[in-house]
């Protein structure tokens, strides 16, 4: 899934092992802390989407090899 591409950020890394800790701890279950994670991808994807303006596009130029 796309989405958890921010989970290895500082703050999904926080995240994810504030929630290990909580499930340890038997705060909360594993199932609730999934659906965490999936809300924090969800949200973290749209408040980047609205707010974000910059955009990076990259352009790879391959040279062609002729056979010889």
């Keep these: 899934m796309a989405y958890q591409l921010y989970r290895n950020t500082t703050l999904g890394n926080s995240l994810q092992e504030s929630l290990d800790e909580l499930i340890q701890s038997?705060?909360?279950?594993?199932?609730?802390?999934?659906?965490?994670?999936?809300q924090f991808d969800k949200?973290?994807?749209?408040a980047l989407a609205q707010r974000v303006r910059n955009r990076v596009n990259f352009r790879i130029l391959v040279p062609i090899l002729q056979n010889e």
């Design 26 to 38: 038997q705060q909360i279950t594993p199932q609730l802390a999934l659906q965490v994670l999936l």
């Design 43 to 46: 949200a973290i994807n749209s």
